[in-house]
């Protein structure tokens, strides 16, 4: 009994001693497959970091040249405002560019200058122009652009009379009821330059202004009678008080009114349907058709005796200058008006004009946009490409939710705009109500600085009053503009794109033939005076342009050259 209970306990130890034994292989198992996983993951981390210092490497190497092409892009943006100092710089572009090839700070350089308004070339004729910088830096591309207005280096040689840099501009009263909003349109190209926009009674009176308590006008200032800021300081003194003082009290024409073509063949009635090339007149009304579709091509005059109807769910689509005569009442309800990229349109009304629940302005890029009446409408070509002349005193009215993108002339007329419509341009009348939940957006790009608010335009003499023959313009039509011309030596601006376009056998009044249009208008004492003044102004030009060459130098070695930066584009590869 006793030798078996020594063979049990032997048995027990050898289980132990074979346990352990397998215990401490089973520990040199893996200790040997932890170190083979410590030397992959070694293994791993050097090749991570060799990639990561390559990587860094090649980040570093890219970065600078980013770098460099946007150092470049932002010095380009200086020298091509510097160089637009030139009073013949815009007229020698080649095709857009201003420079090209040239080299800083080892990337090469290209600037191009185009019309914000076309998006073409700009030219001597262009307001407000874009710099479009590329700067090329080993295969990298930047792209830097800048908007601000063409430099005005002719503007004692010119006017505007039309008081288009005026957002909202009353000849008797202004009222603003309920909620009533006026502010820039956040969308135009120039809005970017922070201007003030304006607004007031052509006398220079708080008298007949009637802005209520909850109406708003942001950015805003008052026009009053009172002398022109001298300096920076005056300027941002009367912005602080947000008035705009200008010396005199404004004259404002009455819109053109053209008298019956004589020798021409009129209808009874026009229906507008399909394509419209040719100019037509009728003795009775107009329409175009509800759910039809006219496209207007061209230069053409459309002069209409009766009445004239864009009816419901009509579309009326201008791809020329299209300028439209209704004699009776116009009324565009429910349907759409849009003018193309290459056409412009001028509505001349001397009765009513009611648009109700309608849409008119630029084609629009966006299907989907309808009646924008918040603000954000996108721009599509601005509102200078849509005039509507009342030339009477009749009523304006804009209701039902519509949306005009355009310009509203009406001095002896009320302008209503009523039942949450929106106007994105200006408007100028006798009486002006926005009504409760209604909006004014003005579009900066209206405002060439030859008008009423600049001291330097050719509305105002060299001692600070107005020209004379100014207030003697009585119609904004060619032949009074073409007869201030020739009293004056000052060039004016067109009434509207459309209408220039197709008067005197389609040239416009800022065309080639201007002074050969002036010579046959003009007398041989009026030819004199008009030599003389001429060379009295020119000189002036020469001084200004000398004040002003002075002073933008300045500006570009200092804190800007009146140029906003947009900032810049994605980082291209040369090949994109």
Request: one cysteine or more; glycine letters at 10%; proline letters at 3%.
């Amino acid at each position: 009994m006793m030798n078996n209970s020594h063979a049990a306990v032997g048995t027990r130890m050898n289980a132990r001693m074979n346990t352990r034994a397998r215990s401490r292989a089973q520990q040199r198992g893996v200790a040997v497959i932890l170190a083979l996983i410590a030397v992959s993951v070694a293994t791993l981390l050097g090749l991570s970091l060799a990639t990561s210092r390559d990587a860094t490497v090649a980040t570093s190497s890219n970065l600078s040249k980013v770098a460099t092409a946007r150092a470049a892009a932002a010095s380009g943006i200086d020298l091509a405002s510097a160089m637009l100092l030139k009073a013949d710089a815009l007229a020698s572009l080649n095709d857009a560019t201003l420079f090209n090839g040239v080299s800083i700070n080892g990337a090469n350089v290209r600037a191009e200058v185009r019309d914000i308004e076309t998006g073409r070339p700009a030219t001597n004729e262009s307001s407000a122009i874009e710099i479009i910088v590329h700067a090329e830096a080993d295969g990298l591309v930047q792209i830097a652009r800048a908007v601000g207005r063409a430099p005005m280096l002719d503007a004692p040689m010119r006017a505007d009379l039309d008081c288009s840099e005026f957002a909202l501009l009353g000849t008797s009263t202004i009222a603003l009821l309920g909620d009533a909003h006026v502010s820039v349109w956040n969308k135009s190209p120039l809005a970017v330059l922070g201007e003030p926009v304006r607004y007031g009674l052509s006398s220079g009176s708080a008298t007949g202004l009637n802005i209520g308590r909850a109406a708003t006008l942001h950015g805003c200032v008052e026009l009053r009678q009172d002398s022109f800021t001298q300096g920076k300081e005056e300027f941002e003194q009367a912005l602080a008080t947000k008035l705009c003082p200008i010396p005199a009290a404004i004259h404002v024409p009455d819109g053109p009114r053209p008298e019956r073509p004589e020798g021409v063949d009129a209808v009874a009635s026009l229906m507008l349907d399909g394509l419209v090339a040719q100019s037509a007149t009728s003795s009775g009304d107009a329409r175009v058709p509800a759910r039809g579709s006219a496209t207007m091509r061209g230069a053409i005059t459309i002069d209409i005796g009766g009445n004239f109807f864009v009816e419901r769910g009509a579309r009326m689509f201008v791809e020329g200058a299209t300028v439209v005569v209704v004699r009776g009442n116009t009324v565009i309800d429910a349907g759409t008006v849009e003018v193309g990229q290459t056409g412009s349109l001028t509505i001349i009304a001397i009765g009513d004009l009611s648009i109700d629940g309608a849409f008119v302005g630029g084609a629009r890029s966006d299907p989907s946009e309808i009646r924008d009446a918040s603000g954000q409408a996108n721009y599509d070509g601005g509102a200078s490409r849509v005039m509507i002349f009342s030339s009477d005193q009749g009523r304006v009215l804009i209701a039902d939710g519509s949306v005009v993108k355009g310009q509203i002339y009406a001095p002896q007329a009320r302008v209503d705009v009523e039942s949450l419509s929106a106007v994105y341009g200006r408007i100028l009348g006798k009486e002006i109500v926005l009504h409760e939940g209604v909006a004014l957006y003005y579009d900066p790009t209206l405002d060439g600085r030859l008008g009423w608010s600049n001291a330097e335009s050719g509305i105002w003499t060299e001692s600070g009053t107005v020209v004379t023959a100014v207030r003697e313009v009585a119609k904004l039509d060619d032949t009074s503009l073409l007869d201030f011309a020739a009293k004056t030596g000052l060039e004016p601006e067109p009434s509207s794109i459309a209408e220039a376009s197709v008067v005197t056998e389609t040239q416009t009044i800022r065309d080639a033939n201007f002074d050969d249009r002036l010579e046959q208008v003009s007398t041989e004492s009026t030819k004199n005076i008009r030599m003389l003044r001429k060379s009295r102004l020119m000189q002036r030009l020469q001084e200004l342009k000398r004040a002003h060459l002075e002073s933008a130098l300045k500006s570009v070695e200092g804190s800007g050259s009146g140029f906003v930066s947009l900032g810049f584009e994605a980082v291209k590869g040369e090949d994109d």
